[in-house]
């Protein structure tokens, strides 16, 4: 067990120094620190800002219940000591390894506690403990970026928006109205929360809307918008939708109708967690399409990230 400490410890420090100039050298506070570099010690360490989010997935690891606690117990010392958190800031989850962001709208307590961190210079309430995910997808940072750069004055639709945090980014870029929709009335909300913390409040700008995504791209007509974000779960049945949403069977009727209510010169960001994901660009109605995973991949997430981003030109 201490050779075993020593070599999780080896590496961490590692990994944290290097993260750590990063992400200093960028101003990131939100970031990455560790995913499961080693087998025996299956961890997402992710530091928001003062705190840390400490996800274990789940394995056959064959400690009884007694030790599994104890050996837990001093990952996280050395964790803390190491990434200099007070233990009381550390925030522990189980999770299956492969979730796809499947779960996304699972609870998983009721501590309701939550916490403002900033993202170049925007806020976001996240929840370390009471959730399946925290409420912010560290992975997307640049792409936030990339479309907060390019949404001035433009007409921008968030799909399948979870926390809106894309929708905070259009507003700071002076987009000239942001609809947000979700399945969910709990990240609808969540949504609406970061708007106000980040005093964006125009009501005639900032639409937040209850639908079922592929219901609602039906209604839509011709030059509705000018930029979307669609980031949908991998698979969903929620009982709320009509029907059953699988990406891969999906993608392309849905990137369809989105084309047909984009304005002439509109731009898709699409993303998927499916790492299996094959582009069906003979069934896609559009001008262009770009793989843009590599230029969207941050610090953090380099030879580790599991999801697909493309830019898609009407």
Not at 9 to 37: F, G, I, M, P, W
Not at 73 to 91: A, G, M, R, S, T
Not at 266 to 273: A, D, E, L, Q
Request: proline share 2%; hydrophobic share 35%; net charge neutral.
């Amino acid at each position: 067990m201490e050779d075993k400490l020593k070599m999780f410890e080896n590496r961490l420090l590692k990994v944290y120094k290097h993260k750590s100039k990063q992400a200093k050298r960028q101003e990131v506070c939100c970031y990455r620190v560790y995913d499961h570099d080693l087998p025996e010690f299956p961890f997402c360490i992710e530091l928001y800002e003062d705190k840390i989010y400490l996800a274990e997935y789940v394995r056959r690891h064959g400690m009884t219940d007694e030790e599994h606690e104890e050996w837990l117990e001093q990952c996280i010392v050395l964790i803390c000591k190491l990434l200099n958190v007070p233990d009381e800031n550390v925030f522990v989850k189980q999770r299956k390894r492969k979730s796809n962001r499947l779960d996304q709208y699972e609870k998983t307590g009721e501590e309701k506690t939550f916490f403002t961190v900033l993202e170049n210079g925007l806020k976001f309430l996240v929840n370390l403990s009471d959730y399946l995910d925290t409420g912010l997808f560290l992975d997307h940072r640049i792409t936030r970026s990339m479309v907060k750069e390019q949404c001035a004055g433009k007409r921008v639709l968030n799909l399948f928006a979870y926390t809106g945090s894309f929708s905070v980014y259009a507003a700071a870029g002076n987009a000239a109205s942001v609809t947000t929709v979700d399945l969910s009335k709990t990240y609808l909300q969540w949504a609406e929360d970061n708007f106000t913390i980040n005093h964006f409040k125009d009501k005639n700008k900032y639409n937040f809307i209850h639908a079922d995504v592929k219901q609602y791209l039906k209604t839509l007509q011709p030059n509705s918008f000018d930029l979307v974000i669609i980031d949908p779960p991998t698979f969903s049945n929620s009982k709320r939708m009509k029907d059953f949403l699988d990406t891969q069977r999906d993608h392309a009727e849905l990137l369809n109708d989105i084309l047909f209510a984009l304005s002439e010169n509109g731009v898709i960001y699409f993303s998927t967690n499916y790492t299996k994901f094959v582009m069906d660009t003979e069934n896609i109605k559009a001008s262009y399409i770009k793989d843009i995973t590599k230029a969207t991949t941050p610090f953090d997430f380099e030879g580790k990230l599991k999801r697909w981003c493309f830019k898609i030109g009407k």
